[in-house]
């Protein structure tokens, strides 16, 4: 766009300058009433001056005023379309500055993010590992305690016996120790 700028700037230079030589051209010619040669007596032809074409609608310097006006019209087309695209530029870029402004914030909020995931991470393994290791301990205990809980070698009926003995020596026991007589109860 800039060099269609100048190229229609230097262009209007060239049309205005070729309009003044013509312009200059005609007037000059305007005033002459023989082309090279003069004679002692004009002939019909030449009884007014010589205006050229200019007067004509299709003339040379109506053509060459129709370009001038064609590249002035070019020219101001072309710096609004610049500007509106330099204002539309600016426009995104600073949308896209802000929007990586955001992203940048996004990206650093989800290292910490991902930094603080990775601790917890590192830190549940750990609570595993120690409540690993103390329930292998707690599980060696109970292996080393179910045999004298679970398997005592006697039956259901047998302990209820000899619970009963218990609990009946007790009693007795008691008996004694407050001064009843034992010969007397049961």
């Known amino acids: ?27 000059k010619a305007g005033e002459a009433t023989a082309l090279l040669q003069q004679q ?18 299709g003339g040379v310097i109506s053509m060459l005023e ?18 509106t695209a330099l204002q539309e530029y600016n426009k995104d870029m600073s949308s896209n500055a802000v929007l990586k402004a955001q992203m940048k914030k996004d990206v650093e909020h989800k290292n910490v993010m991902k930094q603080q995931a990775t601790q917890a991470v590192v830190d549940l393994n750990n609570d595993l590992q120690s409540a690993q290791k103390e329930l292998d301990a707690a599980n060696a205990y109970f292996d080393k305690l179910k045999p004298s809980c679970l398997e005592s070698g ?29 010969a007397t109860t049961p």
């Open 1 to 27: 766009n800039t060099q269609t700028i100048k190229d229609a700037e230097e262009a209007q230079t060239a049309v205005a300058q070729a309009l003044t030589v013509l312009k200059e051209f005609y007037a």
């Open 40 to 57: 002692p007596e004009m002939p019909e032809i030449f009884d007014s001056p010589y205006k050229g074409m200019a007067a004509e609608n």
């Open 66 to 83: 129709v370009i001038q006006s064609d590249f002035a019209r070019l020219e101001s087309t072309t710096t609004a379309a610049e500007a």
């Open 154 to 182: 006697t039956s259901a009926e047998e302990r209820a016996q000899r619970r009963q003995e218990e609990i009946e020596s007790l009693q007795e026991a008691l008996r004694i120790l407050n001064g009843e007589d034992v």
